[in-house]
């Protein structure tokens, strides 16, 4: 029995066998109430949770929280790899439009198509609601940039307006430390210092 | 154990490996295509960048060899838009043809001039620049064509029409789809002359070459991006 819990943890990034051998005996020696609450937690979890019907989101009710709120601007959609990405977003708090969440990038040589990522959905989504901006906030990677692409052939055959998020120098940060794709490529999106006074 | 110093190489293409490594195939100029693990480099990932010529160090001594250094050779190169489709499908075509360790110097110095270029082409020559390197890859794995013969040794007629037939060549045809023409073109290396219907029969005959190459399982970058 203690075996197969072994494994089970092990299925957890970054646990190995002899953390989870940590796990389990703190639990079955010093907090058994601990143990059950987890069981029942995951349990109830894994259940419960889903998909938002509308932005595929993990949410426990059909529409998640964001989906639900009204008071949200529904002409913006915002496009992210993943709903960890949503999370990111939200604590910046400087966005009040919708999302959509596919299931990771395009890879064209792993053979993940735009099925695979639910871009079908988006575009279903895309014809039934009065989209005026879509946002790719795919991640500056290759791939993010493939999938960003893909997104904005499949817009303009809708005409919706495309933006991407800007790439450049972090907060905080300096050149010097800076690796030149990402200083050439802040300076080719620079922008006119009028918007910043 | 095998040590290897800061070897030009391309990065053709990543994946997630476990928690926190990069499974990254490249293609050496003096290894070919191998794969390597980039332990812990998914936090450290910035300048390990496809499209750019790189030099790679690694060592191991299982066949999947560890990652240890790298540093770029190149000037930031970043493909947008419908470059980088053609980028992204010339390395689909690297991955799925290439075999894994064998030396071809041609095929690399002809991948990084094409990705020079590029950038600076009009739509016409970048499509052409493809077909070329598509011509390139094909010859240095052994599927080569002469573009001045026909099946039976004759030389190419620039008023006939051809076919290309799997294993044979051109066969002259009287409904045949290549102009002897266009072949003429590719053989002299004279893209002057090429027309926009030139520039769709050729590329009609290497997806016709590549395909019987490539089996049942077509390419996906063209699936997503060339809908024709």
Known sequence: MIEKLNKAFCKLPGVGSKSAQRFIYHLLERDRQGGLDLAKALTETMEKVKNCARCRTLSEKTLCSICANNARDSSQLCVVETPTDIHAIEQSGVYSGNYFVLSGYLSPIDGIGAAE???DELESLLKIEEVSEIILATNATIEGEVTAHYIYNLAKKYQIRTTRIAHGIPLGGELEYTDINTIAHALSGRKSYDIYS | MTKIELTPAFLIHRRMYQDSSLLLD??????GKIRLVARGARSNKT????????NISFKGRSELKNLTNWESSDQPRRFLGNDLVLAIYTNELLSRLLPEAEKHQKVFDGYWHYLIMINEQSDAEKEYSLRLFENLLLEELGYGLEFNKDSTGSPIDSELEYQFQEHEGFVAKVDGNIPGEVLLVVNDDDNDRLSVGHLAI??????KRLRSILGERPLKSR???FAN
């Open chain 2, 202 to 207: 050729l590329k009609k005959l290497n997806r």
């Open chain 2, 223 to 225: 699936e997503l991006f």
């Open chain 2, 26 to 31: 490249f293609f050496t100029r003096n290894y």
């Open chain 1, 117 to 119: 990522l639910g871009l």
């Open chain 2, 47 to 54: 300048s390990l960048q496809m499209f750019q010529r790189l």
